[in-house]
């Protein structure tokens, strides 16, 4: 008889919530911390914005009017916008050069480390072995970090960045330089959490 508590009973294609992952990591790189009131939030949002009413409506996801409307003064009363709608929009684009230079080091020298725990199953020259639930922190290389990064700025969606992540991972963690591990692939579904960072 055999465990089957550590094999999913469909492994299938990755939730992996890479996007999000990949937002937590820029933000943990912010050398300082962003607005924490509704009011310096709109201020900055306000200036990120230029101005535009129709730009900032539609990062925090409310109507133009809404935004037209919306005195500075009101936001230390009642703010229109939710907080946590404010907050997210401002660490979103707060010190956009300070997240700039993390990718580019990322993309030209740095890599990324990647720790996740997920199903991996295995394939190599013809053969399979039994995939299982495994916990994994490795770092992957540069060029493996440029096509993440750079698909990631493409508007790639989880689902599309999900085969560059096993793909990064596979050699970075699995393949062995040299051996006969190099035709190896890994299959990387049904992931439990992911955390990425610079």
């Not at 009011?39 to 730009?55: D, E, N, P, V, Y």
């Not at 230079?101 to 890599?111: F, I, K, L, V």
């Not at 493409?154 to 085969?163: F, S």
Request: proline share 5%; net charge positive; glycine share 6%.
């Amino acid at each position: 008889m055999t465990d089957d508590s550590t094999q999913p009973s469909a492994p299938g294609r990755a939730t992996a919530k890479i996007l999000d992952a990949l937002q937590r990591a820029e933000r943990a790189v912010i050398t300082r911390h962003a607005p924490k009131s509704a009011l310096a939030q709109m201020k900055f949002l306000r200036t990120r914005a230029k101005g535009s009413a129709k730009t900032l409506a539609a990062d925090l996801g409310v109507s133009r009017s809404t935004v037209e409307r919306l005195p500075l003064r009101r936001l230390k009363e009642a703010p229109e916008a939710p907080p946590a709608t404010l907050t997210e929009a401002t660490e979103e684009q707060w010190q956009p050069q300070v997240r700039a230079q993390a990718r580019q080091h990322a993309a030209t020298s740095g890599g990324l480390v990647i720790s996740c725990r997920a199903y991996f199953g295995f394939t190599a020259d013809g053969t399979s072995d039994e995939g299982r639930v495994k916990d994994i922190i490795t770092a992957v290389s540069p060029d493996h970090a440029a096509q993440i990064l750079q698909r990631r700025e493409a508007g790639a969606t989880d689902e599309y960045l999900q085969p560059l992540l096993a793909e990064a991972i596979t050699y970075s963690y699995f393949q062995e330089v040299g051996t006969t591990r190099k035709h190896l692939r890994a299959d990387f579904t049904d992931v439990e959490w992911l955390n990425i960072s610079f």
